[in-house]
């Protein structure tokens, strides 16, 4: 099993990157999963990470897109609530990159 | 964008016969299964066996027995050369390994050393191999390049059917335990929770409230999304990225809507909440029919009277061909309505008796072609005519748009081209076998934008959509032409004029 190591701690990731055990999550570790796509995270990265992690919290699965599009519209404006704003800030897709950051299981389906 | 080599598009709408590079897709493999459980919850065993060259090759003789078609194809093929260069990944790879007749090989070469006397006494005259680590790398690495699209099968004079070998090949890979994480994993979702993403019933429950939250915003007409409703007339059986993903989300809606108009009771089922059944990407006939009888139980628990499929390419294939016998007979549901029903048949029914209020006008910002997905294309029909599959779709666009085009004859119909993600092939770790596998109908749909303005191009599975989302920018499209045929129902339908 492949792992990486933040703060001085090592922590087990898949064969792509996912988090294995999710309890281990800390804002370091979504921080360094974001460097290594050299990406910065803005509060707006974290307003979908946060808002992820409650409905994982919730419902034990990611949300839809949809469901994700509207609570981030509501809590940063309307225009920013869409899909393609959401690709601005995870350009590799916003259900599993920022699940990935989140420390959530990679979404699985014919998605 | 990518760090491999994305093919280039041309002037004309078919792609030509690219030159061989040996070795092109050489090693590019999907992750196996590392989690036993991805294994185990299929029957298989959790990892590679110790005696796995006799376990596969016993695997194989109970296949040839089972399977007569396998036997025959494997036995049949002439090396005519009309498969080779009828395969999207060949022509996107040029890895003559791509080459479907190529691809048969690595199965038939075991079959000759082990089931024919031809290849007992003289392996070296009749190209038969001994299983080897090196065949199980090859088998491994180039049946997870074949999505079971079957677009070859229509060009072969005997009319055999990679698909069928490739399915044939995993299923004894699976029975020594190398298993594909992608695929293994989401069936074994599907099989204990109901569905391929793993959404428990409250999840579903949450995401449909919004939908329905959002409809009324938008139309101010209340259109439900009932979920384990008992007693209603129809239960609609989707692919679960329906809920999940974007566009699919917007077909959802576009079948609530259609309901809502024509006053039909219908629900979903949290129980049942897959219409995909990734068993036959594996050939495993147990698996999909444990897949497919969560299905039946949801229709009999809820009191149907029709099951209705939505737009999902492969779960048509499965439903329509093999649903009667993995969990038939349907003596229990309407016999007015056929069993299963597609949802492109009910639509374009209502259609026609006037049940539906379309303004096309709604969709004059699109112009909209039409993808033939591979299992509803090549793998099954629709309606009571010859070729429904081609028209009934066409014809629902038609009713709801002005501006629709073909793609080249050539790439359409039963010569429809895979999206290039069929078959369980839809997963990140293949990403270079998806898009160039996607190319020869990016090529097609670049002609149709060039000459007449494409902007919309729809499909009616789950998969093809994904997969477009992924592939269309590396082609330099905007990701945003991928939607389904009920998306452009959902734009165009007048709400509250008609019920």
Redesign the interface.
Known sequence: MATIDVNGKSFEV???GYLINLGEWNEAIAERFAGDDNTQLTPNHWEVITFLREYYND???A?????LT?AIGKKLGPEKGN??YL?ELFPY?P??QACRYAGLPK????? | MADFDVPVLGDHPLCSVPAIKPGAMHGLKP?AV?NPMHNTDLGFPGALVENWEAVAVAKMGELLGKYRSLQVFLDSCVKCGSCTDKCHYFIGTADPRNMPVARQDLLRQIYRRYFTLAGKVAPGLVGAKDLTKEVLDDWYSYFHQCSQCRRCSVYCPYGIDTAEISMAAREIMDSIGLGQ??TN??LG?NIKIG??????P??IR??LD??EE?VEDATGIAVRFPLDVKGADVLLVT???D????P??DGLIGYAKVFHQAGISWTLSSYASEG?NFGMFLGSYDNMKKAATRIRHAARELGVKRIVVGE?GHAWRVAYSFWNTLIGPFDFLDPKYPAPQHICEVTLDLIRRGALNLDKSANDHRVVTFHDSCNVARASRMGTTPGGQYSIPRDIIRASCNHFVDMDPGTIHDQTFCCGGGGGL?T??LMPVRVKGAYPRMQALRQVQQEHGVNYLAAIC??CK?QFL?VLPYYQFD??MIGGVHQLVSTAIQLGTKE
């Open positions: 898949d064969e792509e419902y034990q699965i949300p839809a897109v949809r469901v509207k899909s393609k690709y897709g259900a599993k979404p699985t389906g014919c998605i | 992750f590392n994480k992608y994993e989401i979702k569905n391929n993403l793993g959404l428990p409250p999840a949450n995401t919004g939908l959002d692919p679960s990225a809920f999940f993903a974007e699919h989300i995909a999902c839809l990140d770790d789950a998969i994904s992924k990701r945003d």
